[in-house]
């Protein structure tokens, strides 16, 4: 099946030929023509499946073929969770966009409000907002809804689960009763199925399952070591492991900057692809890369979203994601269709929650490996049970001199408070609370246990408050 045949037009088609999306994945292939054809959707597809695609495509067709933007109105408007996730997905927005005449910004919180004011003045055809943000410029009175075609939730789950119900539903109240919505999610509680049966319409239930899980083709590990070493470690391990072509990932265009000017310096040809640069320029970028012209391609998750390079052996985490999700994107860049792929990670100390992160999002305790040379002087933390294990321990171990002092002036100890010093570590059961005679001992336990288990994205993200200016506001 092509992209042809689910009826996009020609500007969209010229588009993917030059992402090289050959042909649509699962979710596109359902959820294109029922866009398309005006349906609701109610769609269980997580990130890694091409569902940003699936509902741009169509929606940008749509918009494009009929109607126009009035002054501080909308006409598709996409409500996501997160800063990040609005960037992903407006960035999404932009790039599958690039040949329509359509006019498209991303509001969220903690950043100025006057630009956002500013480009709503005009109106915009796709606005992708946090929930709060939103708000906040619907009661200033920044923005109408009278003319709203589309209304997206994208992981509306993971909306729900930051609080955000009371802003959804304010918002809601706002918007016209006949629209178009699409409602993705990667689980369906009961709260998103009460959510959906008030908001859709005779909708089409899509369910895939995600194209990039933790390929098993793609050998993964990591090197623990110091932030300001890892540029001379990656330096090392490309000559001394004889990289061929590597593809890197780095957190801040500022860090991708300096990474690809070290490695000019040293006569390494690289080259980056991140959002300060145009599109054309990303595009000559990947272009160098795939003709190897350039060995390495520095990178960040926003603009490597959609590079698609062929067998490519190594990629490199100069910088862990702070959204895990991204980092099966990333290792999704190697070990494609069955090929052998290697993706190596650099983690300092104050990474150790995003390893964390990852490790619970994909099932895995990243294996690591010292270098010679290299190892951290900022020990990075043990992750996962270990790690709940061993800061057990080291609370223990803590309240260990305050014991023995009892012990000595004879001060009797809480009856059944079985210091877990006095076992050892191996012996305490995964998710166990235990009782130390050291004040917050117990809430270490809990705490430590809880971190292991919590997803990046939604450690970042706080919850919400009425009218708050949260990091993913
Ligand atoms: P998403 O699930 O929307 O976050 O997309 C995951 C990744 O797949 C993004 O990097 C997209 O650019 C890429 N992608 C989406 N659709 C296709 C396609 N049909 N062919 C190749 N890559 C795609």
């Known amino acids: 099946m092509t992209f042809l045949a689910l009826g996009l037009i020609d500007p969209l088609l010229r588009t993917l030929e030059t992402l090289s999306y050959q042909e649509p994945t699962p979710v596109q292939k359902q959820a294109i023509p029922a866009v398309l054809a005006g349906r609701d959707l109610m769609a269980a597809a997580q990130t890694g499946t091409g569902k940003t695609a699936g509902f741009a495509l169509p929606i940008l067709q749509r918009l494009t073929l009929a109607g126009v933007v009035a002054p501080k109105s909308v006409r598709c408007l996409v409500l996501v969770p997160t800063r990040e996730l609005a ?44 929930p709060g943000r939103l708000l906040d410029l619907y009661r200033q009175g920044m923005v109408t809804f009278e003319s709203l075609q589309t209304l997206v939730l994208d992981e509306a789950d993971r909306m729900l689960d930051l609080g955000f119900s ?49 390929t098993k083709t793609v050998k993964q590990w990591l090197i623990p070591t110091d932030k300001k070493r890892k540029p001379e470690l990656f330096l090392h391990l490309l000559k001394q492991r004889r990289w061929g072509q590597v593809l890197v990932f780095v957190k801040t265009r500022k860090g991708v900057d300096q990474l690809v000017k070290t490695l000019l310096d040293e006569g390494v040809a690289a080259d980056s692809i991140h959002g300060d640069k145009q599109q054309h320029a990303r595009l000559r970028a990947l272009d160098r890369f795939k003709t190897a012209q350039v060995r390495v391609l520095v990178a960040t998750d926003v603009a490597a979203r959609g590079l698609d390079i062929d067998a490519l052996p190594q990629v490199v985490n100069f910088d862990l994601p702070t959204v895990a999700e991204d980092y099966i994107h990333r290792i999704g860049r190697t070990g494609r269709a069955g090929a052998e792929g290697e993706a190596v990670s650099l983690v300092c100390a104050d990474e150790v929650e995003l390893l964390a992160a990852i490790e619970t999002l994909t099932r895995q305790v990243i294996r690591r490996e010292e270098e010679p040379g290299f190892e951290a002087h900022h020990r990075v933390p043990a992750t996962g049970a270990e790690a709940a294990v061993a800061k057990v321990a080291k609370a223990a171990k803590a309240a260990e001199p305050a014991r023995k002092k009892r012990a000595f ?30 004040r917050g001992a117990k809430s270490t336990a809990r705490a430590s246990a809880k971190s292991a288990a919590k997803p990046a994205a939604q450690s970042s993200a706080k919850p919400a408050k009425p009218g708050g200016r949260g990091p993913a506001r």
């Open 87 to 130: 960037e992903q997905v407006y960035d999404s927005f932009r790039t599958y966009g690039g040949n329509l005449p359509l006019r498209s910004f991303v509001a969220y919180g903690g950043v100025a409000i006057e630009p956002q004011i500013s480009k709503l003045r005009k109106g915009l055809d796709v606005l992708v907002a946090t």
């Open 166 to 214: 009371r802003e959804l539903n304010e918002i809601f109240e706002a918007l016209p009763k006949q629209r178009q919505t699409l409602l993705f999610s990667a689980t369906f509680s009961d709260a998103i199925r009460a959510l959906a049966g008030g908001l859709l319409n005779d909708p089409l239930s899509i369910q895939v399952s995600p194209r990039n899980t933790t």
């Open 409 to 438: 002036t004879g001060a009797p100890g809480a009856p059944g408070a079985r210091s877990a010093a006095a076992r050892p570590a191996a012996s305490i059961p995964k998710g166990a609370v235990i009782v130390t005679a050291g």
